[in-house]
């Protein structure tokens, strides 16, 4: 069952949709519906993370509805090079999109698929097309306001605090593994390689939260700390990892010599796993460390000059883990220590160094190139009145889960979903609103489902759940000042959505 953090979360996301939508009617805005549904996009448990997120759906919706007002006038005649135009500008943008492994790769993605969203729906009416970007820009920077408002004044959810709660779970994570490997089996890796991917992706999530802390206003000084910690947490990976590969083959060439330095080994495992910040066990620790290798003496024979390579290595990983409790400690306080020396020296590396496999960057951009100009040319071949909202449709799930290594099970799960939106948004658009007579009773009609589904979004699982049922039925609801809603067109324009979707895992890497 939800908690109260779910539930909260979930009621503050609902009360800025509302006032998001009531205030787009008030200010006589055409489609209102917009602003509702942005703020379930950019809507996040913390509130650094609803800034950022809103100021890169700002500006990425800036750069889509600027590339909509200059190509649609020039091109409109030419409905095969728009088509192109649009295919290579959602292509291009998604490649930069998944170059960039930080929050701002947001910016490039809402760029990417603002184009078709706003173009397409105005080429039967070229001369709209300034004011439907406009009015688009104008929503979502209502939303934007309006969710970062109630996150940062209804109980704001602070980056730092969670971001110290991670930290501490991932060198919990860290010291068990270092107890198995300093302590290996031999032949054998006691910890199974999935522990190292979890700890490499935690890295990851940690960029995230990072990222995040300098839109959190109460501790953006902290961010200087929080990136020596992520340097010194990617190095940790490493640093284990060659323990752990010379004492493998320390045991399988020299077993003795494995059993004379077996009870120094064993004591650094105990001291990774106390986590203690005391300088007294850690200057013992190193006293030691330094004795049994001075007791290997310096033989230049290869077992004792690998006995000393461990035991080197152990002395640098006790300064580094030194350095990273020191770090989570200082990131636990409301204000951080000025004048930390770090106690692990090193060379300065890129902070940004990443691997790339561009030809499946590359692959993903073209799949959605492939796939927009394809279906544009089905709606344009084929007169398809509706045609639009499937080039739309299959242009946002080319982009949302291009960066996964198999989209396909995603995009499958998003046709899903859409689908059961279908069902519910229709509900609620024919038979619950025509009851409704004032905004308060429409907001009570509302309430229910919204808030129930809103208490999932955080929950990894169910994430592309509630995303989908949230912001898909804001958008098909298509609320405004005056009810207007026709079935034969809700059908018509859902059912084109839905066959966009459906052909996105047909053209993508599978």
Aim: net charge neutral.
């Amino acid at each position: 069952m939800p908690n109260w953090r779910e539930w909260l979360f979930s009621a503050k996301t609902f009360a800025a949709s509302m006032l998001a939508l009531y205030a787009a009617m008030a200010l006589g805005m055409p489609r209102p519906y917009w602003a509702m549904a942005t703020v379930y996009v950019v809507s996040n448990p913390l509130t650094g993370a609803t800034r950022s997120k809103g100021v890169y759906r700002a500006g990425g919706t800036l750069l889509g509805a600027s590339a909509a007002v200059l190509l649609v006038p020039w091109l409109v005649d030419r409905p095969l090079l728009l088509s192109l135009a649009v295919s290579l500008w959602t292509g291009g943008l998604l490649y930069l999109a998944l170059l960039d492994r930080t929050p701002r790769n947001y910016l490039f993605m809402l760029a990417a698929y603002s184009l078709p969203l706003i173009a397409l729906p105005a080429v039967s009416a070229p001369d709209q097309v300034f004011d439907i970007a406009v009015s688009r820009t104008q929503e979502i920077g209502l939303a934007i306001v309006c969710a970062s408002v109630v996150a940062a004044v209804v109980l704001p959810g602070r980056v730092a605090p969670v971001l110290a709660l991670r930290v501490h779970a991932w060198l919990g994570h860290a010291a068990a593994w270092a107890g198995h490997a300093l302590a290996p089996t031999p032949g054998q890796d006691r910890l199974p390689p999935v522990g190292r991917h979890q700890l490499a992706a935690d890295i990851l999530a940690l960029d995230q939260l990072i990222s995040q802390l300098s839109y959190d206003a109460a501790h953006r000084g902290a961010v200087s700390l929080a990136r020596e910690l992520r340097w010194r947490l990617s190095l940790l990976l490493p640093a284990l990892s060659s323990v752990q590969a010379a004492l493998q083959d320390l045991h399988e060439r020299s077993p003795g010599l494995c059993r004379e330095i077996d009870a120094v080994l064993q004591e650094a495992a105990a001291w990774l796993r106390t986590q203690s910040e005391e300088a007294a066990p850690r200057d013992a620790l190193l006293q030691r460390l330094a004795q049994a290798s001075h007791a290997l003496g310096t033989a230049a024979d290869w077992d004792r000059v690998l006995a000393r390579h461990v035991l080197m290595r152990l002395q640098s990983l006790v300064w580094l883990w030194q350095d990273c409790l020191a770090l989570g400690a200082q990131m636990a306080l409301e204000a951080p220590r000025p004048g930390w020396q770090p106690a692990y020296r090193r060379e300065r590396l890129d902070l940004h160094a990443r691997h790339y496999d561009h030809g499946m960057l590359a692959y993903s951009a073209l799949s959605a190139i492939a796939l927009i100009f394809l279906t544009c040319l089905l709606w344009i071949q084929g007169g398809w009145a509706d045609g639009a909202s499937a080039v739309i449709m299959g242009a946002i799930a080319a982009c949302f889960f291009a960066a996964q290594d198999e989209p396909a099970p995603a995009q499958f799960g998003f046709l899903l979903w859409s689908s059961v939106c279908m069902v519910l948004g229709a509900v609620l658009l024919f038979y619950a609103i025509p009851a409704t007579h004032d905004f308060e009773t429409l907001a009570l009609v509302l309430a229910p489902p919204f808030l129930l589904v809103g208490t999932l979004a955080n929950r990894p699982g169910f994430t592309m759940m509630a995303m989908t049922l949230t912001v898909a039925m804001a958008s098909q609801l298509g609320l405004s000042q005056a009810y207007n809603a026709d079935f034969t067109s809700y059908l018509n324009s859902n059912l084109a959505s839905i066959a966009g979707i459906m052909a996105a895992p047909c053209s993508g890497p599978c």
